[in-house]
C-alpha cells in the first residue's frame, strides 16, 4: 500500500532541471528480462540473476540455511587474545608461568563488609567457611583469607578482601566456574542475621556478569524500515534492501562462528558485525535500487532498469566495497590479535553484504519489479502533474555553495576542527570496574576496596623481580620510596625461588593519568638504575599495565597504520577517477570526520558529559572506527563523484556537472547516511560501554560526512578545483590501470 506521495526530490534524474520527469506513455508491468545487449560485467551478473530468479533466491537461502545449521551444530569458540608479545606486561606473565608462580593466573576479590567488624563473633567462622567452599570450586587454585594478612583488612577491621587466584587468564576460565565462585561467595550474606556484606571483584567476575541484549539490534532493524517506508512511500519497495541486508548479515554471521574454530574470533564481534552489517548492507541495496528507480521514471522497463543500475550503481557499491575492506584489513598491521579477528569478520561481512547487493538484489528486483515500477510511476506522475522538479532542492543548495565556494569550505572546515580538538587530549585505556552499573557486584566491591584501602588498590602494578632475594628486598624499598605508590607488599617468592613479585598499589585509581605517569616511571627510571645495582632483571606487569601497554602499542603503529589505508584508497581512488586532487581530497576529509567523531567521544565518555561515566576511550575504539568510518565514508565519495564524472564527461561543463552530481545523489545519500545513523546509534542501548564507544563515534562520523562534508565542502572544493578535478599526470596516467565506473556498454 502506498502511503503520502513523495516529494520531488524522491526521484533521481539525469535529466537537465527543466525537462520534469519522464512517464512512459504504457506502463509496463512484465518482470521478464529481455536479451541483454552488450553490457558490463555488473549487468550481465544481473541478467543472470534476473533470468534465474527463483534459483538465485533459493541458492541464498539454501546458502545461509545451511551455514546456519552448521554454526548452530559448531557452536561459537570466541576468544579474546589480548596478548602483547614484545612489552613488560607480557613478559612478566610469561616468566610467572615459566616459574610455577600463583600471580601469573588472573584473580577474583571477595570482599567483605560488616560495621561491626570482620573480627566480631559470628562474622569471622561465616567468612572462613565461605571461603573453604570456594577454595573446592574448579578453577580455583589458591585462596588468601583477609585473616591471613593484616594488610588485607582496613584500618577500622570493617572491610577485609579475600583473594581467589584462578587457573589462568580471566578469558580462559569457564563462564560457569565464576559464577559458582560468586554464588559461593554471595551465599554468606544469607547465612546469619548480621549485615555482613559480600561482593565479588575481577575480570573475570566482570566478564561473567555482562548483559547480553537484542535491543540494540531490534532497534536498528525498525529505524531502518522507518526510513525506508519514509524515502520510498511504500513498504514493499522499502523491505527490498532490508531483506538483501538481512541475508548477508546472516550469512556472514554463521560463516564467523564457523571461523572462530581456526581463528581467534573476539565475543564481542557479532554484535559489531551484526550491525555493522546491516548498515552497510542497506546502504548498498538502497544506492543500487534509488538507481533503478530513476531509470524506471527514465522511461526503462523493469529488466532493463535493473542492468542499468547494476552496471551503474553496482559498479560504485564493488569500488566502494573494495576500499572498506582495504581500510579493515588495514588493522592487521596493527599486530593485535585482538583486532585482527576482528577486521576479519567485518570485512568478511561487508564481502557478503556487497554479493548480496549485486546477485541477490536483481532476483529479489525481478519478483516483485512490476509492482514496484508501478508504485514508482505513481509517485513521479503525481509528482509531475504538481509541478515539482527534480533534485530542485538539491540543485539550489549546490547553486548557493558555488557562488561562495571559499567561504563555505573554510567555515565548514572550521567546525570540524572544533569538534576535532578535544581528541588531542584523548586517553586511551580499558573500562574497569569503576565504569560498571552502580548495581553490579563488581562495581561494588570496586568502590568498598576504594573505600577501604584507597582508590589505588582497584588496580595494583604487579613488579616481577628475577634475582635473589636480597635484590627482591631492594625492588620493595625502591617502590615503597617512589611518589604515586600508597603501599607495597613484601616481596613474594616464586616456587622455585627465583622470582620475587611485588604487589604495587599506586595512589591514584587505575584509569588516572597518575597511574599512567606511575607506570612509566618505574620503567623508565625506577627500575633500570635498580638493575644496575642489582644484577637482576625487573618488569612491570599486571592488568593495568598491560591496559597501558594495549594502549601505547596502538598509539605506536597508528601511524603505519593511517599511511596503508589512506595511501591505498588513495591509489584506487586515482585510479578509478583519474585524478590526483580528487583521492587527496577523500582522504583530508575523512580524517575530518575521524578526528571530529573522536573529539564527541573524547567531551562524552572521557569528560563525561551527558552523564556519562569518566573515564579513557577504549584503546580499539580510534582504530575501530577509522577502518570502517574511512571505508564508509568512501561510498559516498564515490557515489558522488561518480554521478559529477558522469555529467562532466557528457557536457564537459565542470560546474552544471557539480551542481547535477549534488542534485541526483543528494537526497539518496543523506537517506543512506540517516539509515547508518540509526542502526549504528542503537550501539547506546547496549550495556557495554566499548559498543557505546563504537555506535556513538560511528554515528558521529557519518552525519557529518553527509551533512557538512558531502553537502558542502565536497562541493564547495570541486567548485575550487575546476577542471583541474580531473587532471592526473602524465605518467601516472600511463603506469596506472584502467577502471571505470561509468559504463561505455549500451544494453
Known sequence: ??????????????????????????????????APGRGGVFARLAFWSQRHRWAALLLWVAVVAVIAAGARTAGSTYHNDFLLPGTDSQAATDLLKKHGSAQAGDSVQIVFKDETGLRATGIRPRVESTLNEVRGLPGVVTVRSPYADSAAMSRDGAIGYATVTLAGKAQDVPKPDIVRIIDTAKSAEQSGKSGLRVELGGAAVRAAQEQKSGSAEGAGLIAALVVLVLLFGSVAAAAL??????????????????????????????????????????????????????????????????????????RTVFFAGCTVIIALLGLVALGLGALQGVALAVALTVLVTMAASLTLLPALLAVFGGRIRRQVLRQAAKAHAKGRVTGRRWRALADAVQHRPLPVLLAATAALLALSAPALGLRL????????????????????LAEGFGPGFNGPLVVVGKGDQAAGAQLRSALAATDGV???????????????????????????????????????????????????????????????????????????????????????????????????KAAVLNLLSISAAL????????????????????????????????????????????????????TQDHA????????????????????????????????????????LGLATAVLLDA???????????????????????APLSRRLPRLSLESNHIL
Open 241 to 314: 534492501p532490508l531483506v538483501t541486508a538481512l541475508f548477508a548479515v546472516g550469512g556472514a554471521i554463521g560463516l564467523i562462528v564457523l571461523a572462530s574454530h581456526v581463528f581467534t574470533v573476539a565475543d564481542f564481534t557479532p554484535p559489531v558485525m551484526m550491525l555493522v552489517g546491516l548498515a552497510v548492507g542497506v546502504d548498498y541495496a538502497l544506492l543500487i535500487f534509488y538507481r533503478y528507480r530513476h531509470e524506471i521514471t527514465d522511461g526503462a522497463d523493469a529488466s532493463t532498469a535493473t542492468r542499468r543500475a547494476m552496471d551503474a550503481a553496482g
Open 486 to 584: 600508597a603501599a607495597t607488599t613484601p616481596p613474594i617468592p616464586s616456587p622455585d625461588g627465583s622470582l620475587s613479585t611485588v604487589l604495587v598499589f599506586p595512589t591514584t585509581a587505575p584509569q588516572d593519568k597518575g597511574t599512567t605517569d606511575l607506570v612509566h616511571e618505574l620503567r623508565d627510571h625506577v627500575l633500570p638504575p635498580l638493575e644496575k645495582r642489582t644484577g637482576a632483571n625487573f618488569l612491570v606487569g599486571g592488568s593495568t599495565a598491560a591496559a597501558q601497554d594495549f594502549a601505547d602499542r596502538v598509539s605506536a603503529r597508528m601511524p603505519l597504520f593511517i599511511a596503508i589505508v589512506v595511501g591505498l584508497s588513495s591509489l584506487l581512488l586515482m585510479t578509478v577517477f583519474r585524478s590526483l586532487l580528487i583521492p587527496l
Open 429 to 448: 585505556g580499558f573500562a574497569d570496574a569503576g565504569n560498571d552499573p552502580a548495581s553490579s557486584t563488581s562495581r561494588q566491591a570496586y568502590d568498598l
Open 707 to 729: 551533512l557538512i562534508i558531502r553537502c558542502l565542502i565536497v562541493p564547495a572544493a570541486m567548485q575550487l578545483f575546476g577542471t583541474r578535478a580531473w587532471w592526473l599526470p
Open 1 to 34: 500500500m502506498n502511503t503520502s506521495p513523495a516529494s520531488g526530490d524522491d526521484i533521481a534524474s539525469n535529466t537537465p532541471p527543466t525537462t520534469g520527469v519522464r512517464i512512459p506513455p504504457t506502463p509496463e508491468t512484465a518482470v521478464t528480462p529481455a
Open 599 to 650: 573529539g564527541v567521544i573524547t567531551l562524552v565518555f572521557q569528560h563525561g558529559w551527558f552523564g556519562a561515566q569518566p573515564g579513557p576511550v577504549e584503546a580499539f575504539i580510534p582504530v575501530m572506527i577509522f577502518a570502517i568510518v574511512f571505508g564508509l565514508s568512501m561510498d559516498y565519495e564515490v557515489f558522488l563523484v561518480s554521478r559529477i564524472h558522469e555529467e562532466w564527461v557528457r
Open 656 to 695: 552544471h556537472a557539480v551542481r547535477e552530481g549534488l542534485a541526483a545523489t543528494g537526497k539518496v545519500i543523506t537517506a543512506a547516511a540517516s539509515i547508518m545513523i540509526v542502526v549504528f546509534a542503537a550501539f547506546m542501548l547496549s550495556p557495554s560501554r566499548m559498543l557505546q564507544q563504537f555506535g
